[in-house]
């Protein structure tokens, strides 16, 4: 009984540790910085749209009503909408200086969440939610009472006597932590329940799809199946050991770096810019003073003393109240944007002519988009054809085009998905085409992709051959290989006809 | 931090996490989501799956004298993720009336009579450049793109006549490629009356009808 409640009061203890411990709050400071940055750049590439994208003189599609509940939230006129969001913009910016930080952030992400719900189908992502997250508790949390203009001004006000920081509890940049924490698992709880997600199809689709900006190096590992099975795996294994491992001391830096990683594979692979720097700013709340101590003692070895640009900071009197101050800025910034939006003037309303036009179109090309009707062809429905020898994970692991006698060749056909029951088959010709044997077998509708295995004995010659794919009587793909070396049958009796 | 504080702060603390908790459970169990827009706040379903075919919509508005027009922003399309309009990004049209009724308020033509929402679609391979093209194929391309007639409206943008959406026709294709399911099919009877309730979200502005994956745009 005593033992229980000890063991009951030392949980406690640990829990009430884990949340209320104070720190320094260099983690979240940094955070603050490098979060509401990331956040705004998407939203200042939105600024000229504002009337079209969130005002009642545009198409605001609201998440509300993509999830069936309606109209939900107010849709503010084109001056109101560009009011708030300038305002919003504002806040970021002053959270991102530490100016009125508490004030400005709770009003910038109230704004921020409420101009991404007003865009369902343009503007709200999970990059959008994460860091609705991420600016919920910065707004919480001590973040202001370092590295800021708001500490500044205390400062000033003290005299410039330097004061050391001032040590926090812990819980809002904690419950930050745990955000990452519930993120990873619950993507690699999506993950699991994906088809197709463990051989690899379902990456290759996304690597090869234009939603995102560019990727070259995805478009190029698309292609390759044992690259995706291998990372998908890995990624779900790291997804969740993420929220359990992070926070041992000697782990912590190895699952933020390989976090890192993966995130600059979102970057690389898929073309995703701002989730990669959402999540690695938010990376930033799991900085400790010790790290910051670190780097600055590494810095300060290189003769780097970023602590000396204090001195060129501006010696400006304490004249008007800073809360006055922002609320003039504010209202200028607010007053600026309404002018600039009403000069830019998005549906060239005060031109000369009004309305701009609406183009015409061909009217053979019109007639032929609105009756297309042309039926899949054959060849659409498989992705892709290769040959090679080694399969790994079910899956055809490399591509060869000369093999030697004893050699197995595996001949793999990848399908597009939604496809009928298929009889799919592959035929071995020469060099002339001529047909040796052939092999077929039934792709079910679940299927995405069919392997076919042929043994190098010492039924062929050397030379050249192909492996033809073929479906519904059609050709789909054709690979040429090389058969080299001397047919072992060769090797006991030369006059023996073998095929 | 005084003991109050702490308080209020444990009590935070707790509800957060048992939010979090249940977007975890509910999309784990799949339960308490349908319909619930703040789930979308909770639930980490960033990879929800991709088609094997990319997608495009364009709409061309049909005039009263018989002319044809592409209907598209004459400001400039906004190009909120990449180098593709914001309508691309509507995979199950819930904008597409909105969208429509928008461009032809706020641009100069004569009387429209009907707007017509085409989907182009392609296999995803050929979005490969032509060095990785040759490289894994080794053969010509040779792209063709499907047209599809996804919905008719009329010149307030509303919905006159609306089809499956391509993906979801393959599907149906592929299903009826059965004789047997087929044969079955033509004989079977079906009663109506309380199977399905159309509500104002889904007969009104939505264009949903796909059964496959959405792309997410995160």
């Not at chain 1, 806040?91 to 100016?99: F, H, N, S, Y």
């Not at chain 2, 499956?164 to 009826?176: C, K, R």
């Not at chain 2, 009356?193 to 792309?215: C, D, E, I, K, N």
């Amino acid at each position: 009984m005593n033992r229980s409640r000890q063991n009951d009061s030392s949980l406690r203890e640990t829990i009430s540790d884990f949340f209320f411990e104070e720190q320094v709050p260099m983690g979240a400071a940094l955070t603050r910085i490098f979060l509401p940055l990331m956040a705004l750049l998407p939203m200042l590439m939105r600024f000229p749209r504002v009337r079209e994208l969130y005002s009642s003189d545009g198409t605001p599609v609201q998440m509300f009503e993509l999830f069936g509940n309606g109209e939900v939230l107010p849709i503010p006129g084109p001056g109101a909408a560009v009011i708030l969001y300038s305002l919003m913009v504002f806040c970021l910016l002053c959270g991102i200086v530490g100016w009125k930080t508490r004030l400005s952030l709770g009003i910038g992400t109230a704004l921020y969440v409420y101009f991404n719900l007003m865009d369902g189908i343009g503007t709200m992502t999970k990059y959008s939610v994460i860091a609705s997250h991420l600016l919920m508790l910065l707004t919480l949390s001590p973040c202001g009472r370092m590295w800021s203009v708001d500490e500044w001004l205390r400062q000033r006000r003290n005299q410039n006597v330097s004061i050391v920081p001032r040590a926090f509890p812990v819980w809002s940049i904690r419950l930050m932590q745990l955000l990452f924490a519930y993120v990873y698992f619950g993507a690699a709880l999506t993950k699991i329940q994906t088809d197709a997600f463990f051989s690899g199809e379902q990456m290759r689709y996304w690597m090869l799809s234009n939603w995102n900006y560019e990727n070259p190096v995805g478009e190029f590992l698309a292609m390759w199946p044992p690259v995706l099975l291998v990372s998908a795996y890995l990624t779900v294994v790291w997804e969740i050991l993420f929220g359990f491992l992070v926070w041992n001391r000697r782990l912590r830096l190895p699952m933020l770096a390989t976090g890192a990683v993966f995130h600059l594979g979102t970057w690389l692979l898929l073309g995703l810019y701002i989730f990669p720097a959402v999540c690695l700013s938010g990376y930033l709340c799991f900085v400790t003073s010790e790290d910051v101590f670190r780097v600055r003692r590494w810095m300060k070895s290189r003769g780097l003393r970023l602590a000396e640009l204090w001195k060129f900071g501006p010696r400006i009197p304490a004249a008007i109240p800073s809360g006055v101050t922002w609320a003039i800025a504010a209202g200028l910034f607010a007053v600026g944007s309404v002018e600039a939006e009403y000069r830019f003037d998005l549906y060239g309303v005060r031109g000369e002519s009004g309305f701009m036009p609406i183009e015409e179109m061909d009217r053979e090309r019109a007639v032929s988009l609105i009756a297309g009707a042309t039926p899949l062809r054959e060849k659409d429905k498989f992705f892709s054809f290769q040959i090679g020898s080694t399969a790994l994970g079910g899956q055809l692991a490399n591509r060869r085009e000369v093999f030697k006698y004893g050699d197995i060749v595996i001949a793999e056909c990848n399908l597009n998905p939604p496809h009928e029951d298929m009889w799919v088959e592959c035929v071995l010709e020469d060099a002339d085409e001529h047909k040796i044997n052939s092999v077929g077998q039934v792709i079910t509708r679940e299927m995405l992709r069919g392997q076919f295995t042929l043994l190098l004995g010492s039924q062929l010659s050397s030379g050249r051959y192909s492996m033809v794919l073929r479906s519904a009587g059609h050709e789909i793909s054709r690979r040429w290989f090389t058969l080299t070396g001397q047919s072992p049958a060769c090797d006991v009796d030369t006059d023996v006809f073998g095929n | 931090m005084s003991q109050t504080g702490k308080w209020i702060a444990g009590l935070f603390i707790g509800c957060y996490l048992a939010v979090l908790s249940f977007g975890i459970a509910g999309h784990a169990l799949k339960f308490g989501l349908a319909g619930n827009t703040l789930s979308y706040f909770v639930v980490w379903d960033m990879f929800c799956g991709w088609q094997a075919y990319d997608q495009r919509t364009h709409l061309i508005a049909e005039s009263v004298s018989g002319r044809y027009y592409d209907l598209r922003e004459p400001w400039g399309e906004f190009h909120p993720y990449g180098s593709l309009g914001r309508i691309q990004y509507d995979v199950f049209g819930h904008m597409v009336s909105k969208h429509i009724n928008h461009l032809l308020t706020h641009t100069q033509h004569e009387p429209i009579d009907s707007v017509y929402v085409v989907e182009e679609a392609w296999p995803k391979q050929y979005n490969l450049p032509e060095r990785l093209w040759k490289r894994n194929f080794g053969t010509k391309r040779d792209k063709i793109s499907y047209y599809h007639l996804r919905a008719t409206c009329n010149g307030d943008g509303n919905v006159v006549n609306l089809n499956p959406d391509w993906m979801n026709q393959q599907v149906l294709n592929s299903i009826a490629d059965n004789p047997r399911l087929r044969h079955e099919v033509n004989q079977a009877h079906s009663s109506f009356g309380m199977w399905y309730v159309p509500t104002a979200h889904t007969s009104r502005h939505g264009l949903r009808q796909s059964t496959a994956v959405a792309p997410s745009t995160n």
